[in-house]
């Protein structure tokens, strides 16, 4: 299985991001999904250094659900201020402490933050310790904002990724 599979996590996000990209459960792109999921990871295989090596999966299944469930709120967040006054457009940078040292982890975080609306991860520092997070709507407590990061994604993701 592990010479068919080499990543399996890979191997589910191709699959599901191949389906949420052409909008169709029909046999011929359910077929092409399944294909993707095998051939990307045995093709690139050898370009990663190490495996992205999950802990608990049914916690990242978690983290899952919450992020989705963050990307509609944010939605609506972006969305009101956007149609609101525009003083309510308050944009600015943040630079979040890390604890995670993956660099799976760090990549699954600076990845959740950038697919939530409103944040966008811009760049991590040379030594991994710290994340620059451009956000539209920073409110006057940016340390709480990057409590709520750490707190909601961050301690998560170091459980998921030892």
């Known amino acids: 299985m592990r010479r068919l599979l080499p990543s399996l996590p890979l191997s589910l996000a191709v699959f599901l991001v191949w389906l949420l990209l052409v909008g169709s459960l029909a046999p011929g792109d359910l077929m092409m999904a399944t294909l993707l999921a095998i051939a ?12 992205a090596r999950m802990r608990r999966p049914l916690l990242a299944l978690r983290f899952f659900l919450l992020v989705l469930w963050d990307i509609v709120v944010a939605n609506l967040q972006v969305a009101r201020a956007i149609l609101g006054p525009e003083s309510r457009i308050r944009p600015g940078f943040i630079w979040i402490p890390l604890d995670i040292t993956n660099p799976y ?18 760049e991590v520092s040379e030594d991994r310790r710290f994340l620059l997070v451009h956000c539209l709507l920073l409110n006057d407590d940016a340390a709480g904002q990057i409590a709520q990061i750490k707190q909601r994604y961050e301690a998560p993701l170091r459980e998921i990724f030892p």
């Open 40 to 51: 990307l990871p045995l093709m690139t295989h050898r370009l990663r250094p190490s495996q």
């Open 105 to 122: 982890g760090i990549s699954a975080l600076a990845g959740t933050i950038t697919m939530t609306p409103g944040t966008v991860s811009i």
